[in-house]
């Protein structure tokens, strides 16, 4: 079993920065391959970001290229989403997702196999 735990989320302006971390316990974390996903009321809930186990690979939703940064720091079972130049439409609340596929990442949200609990980001205009 892997338990993830998400952390920083909250309420900014148009424009602004949040990061968001993830503490992974219960399996040794360079096995997973790590992703954030996000689900806005009345939507699905749709990829964001996702890490390779070395950190070396990273994917993006074509949304949040060139603002949202994925990266993780093995030695602290942590990932992390860094979100800038942040818009109202990024509103949502964001999981942290594990995952034990053997490919190098996964945008599939049927490849994660462990979720967190959610966290609310909140961006005003």
């Known amino acids: 079993q892997v338990q993830l735990v998400e952390s920083g989320g909250g309420l900014v302006q148009a424009g602004g920065s949040l990061r968001l971390s993830c503490v992974a316990s219960?399996?040794?974390?360079?096995?997973?391959?790590m992703g954030w996903f996000r689900q806005a009321p009345g939507k699905e809930r749709g990829f964001v970001a996702t890490?390779?186990?070395?950190?070396?690979?990273?994917e993006y939703a074509d949304s949040v290229k060139g603002r949202f940064t994925i990266s993780r720091d093995n030695a602290k079972n942590t990932v992390y989403l860094q979100m800038n130049s942040l818009e109202p439409e990024d509103t949502a609340v964001y999981y942290c997702?594990?995952?034990?596929?053997?490919?190098?990442?996964?945008?599939?949200?049927?490849?994660?196999?462990?979720w967190g609990q959610g966290t609310q980001v909140t961006v005003s205009s």
């Open positions: 890490v390779s186990r070395s950190g070396g690979g990273t």
């Open positions: 219960g399996r040794t974390f360079n096995t997973l391959v």
């Open positions: 997702a594990a995952s034990t596929t053997t490919d190098v990442y996964t945008y599939s949200r049927r490849d994660y196999g462990y």
